[in-house]
Antibody, heavy 119, light 110 residues
Framework: QVQLQESGPGLVKPSGTLSLTCAVSGASITSIDWWSWVRQPPGKGLEWIGEIFHTGKTNSNPSLKSRVTLSVDKSQNQFSLMLTSVTAADTAVYYC????????????WGQGTLVTVSS | QSALTQPASVSGSPGQSITISCSGTSSDIGGYNYVSWYQQHPGKAPKLMIHTVSNRPSGVSYRFSGSKSGNTASLTISGLQAEDEADYYCSSYASSSAYVFGTGTKVTVL
């Protein structure tokens, strides 16, 4: 059974960079699956951030694309998210999930990690 | 891309059936048969309930069913149970390798 676990700083300063990692267990990051990030501001709905394949191919939400960098570390079986120039509007629970690539089917999710943007 | 439109809340009594609508455009729901539904309990990660419009993943109750007509998708929960009380989100492929979620619907079991 695949398990995903997000990790990273819970507090980021405005204009700084948010960096999160998702460790994958029970599955290989080099499988046929795509790996995604989704976020949810407190009390609000879900927003897709982006997805990555182990070859390094990525797709991102057009509204965030200029600030998002996705990467994969095959040796550690994990993938990462960087979001630059953050503001309070980027405060959210960030989830990593397995799935994507032309279909919004994310069948395994991490527990989520709250990232607060504040000075 | 704009969020898909869902009713803010839907309620029903135990045993009843309820339907949640998800309205989009020809650029998302209407253009592709790639609609999924997620259930989210408070403080928990979303759970996939329906994919590809009407397909249930293994382990999801038969009481959950999905459909689509034009630019609108629907999730029906039959035989409503207390454990179904949660937030529900639809999601669709929206061209250019992107996805969009719905605004979310809070289901209350009376």
């Amino acid at each position: 059974q695949v398990q995903l676990q997000e990790s990273g700083p819970g507090l980021v300063k405005p204009s700084g960079t948010l960096s999160l990692t998702c460790a994958v267990s029970g599955a290989s990051i080099t499988s046929i699956d795509w790996w995604s990030w989704v976020r949810q501001p407190p009390g609000k709905g879900l927003e897709w951030i982006g997805e990555i394949f182990h070859t390094g191919k990525t797709n991102s939400n057009p509204s965030l694309k200029s600030r998002v960098t996705l990467s994969v570390d095959k040796s550690q079986n994990q993938f990462s998210l960087m979001l630059t120039s953050v503001t309070a509007a980027d405060t959210a629970v960030y989830y990593c999930a397995r799935g994507g690539h032309y279909t919004p089917v994310w069948d395994s999710w991490g527990q989520g990690t709250l990232v607060t943007v504040s000075s | 891309q704009s969020a898909l439109t869902q009713p803010a809340s839907v309620s029903g009594s135990p045993g009843q059936s309820i339907t949640i609508s998800c309205s989009g455009t020809s650029s998302d729901i209407g253009g592709y048969n790639y609609v999924s539904w997620y259930q989210q309990h408070p403080g928990k990660a979303p759970k996939l309930m329906i994919h590809t419009v009407s397909n249930r993943p293994s382990g999801v109750s038969y009481r959950f069913s999905g459909s689509k007509s034009g630019n609108t998708a629907s999730l029906t929960i039959s035989g409503l149970q207390a454990e179904d009380e949660a937030d529900y989100y639809c999601s669709s492929y929206a061209s250019s390798s992107a996805y969009v979620f719905g605004t979310g619907t809070k289901v209350t079991v009376l």
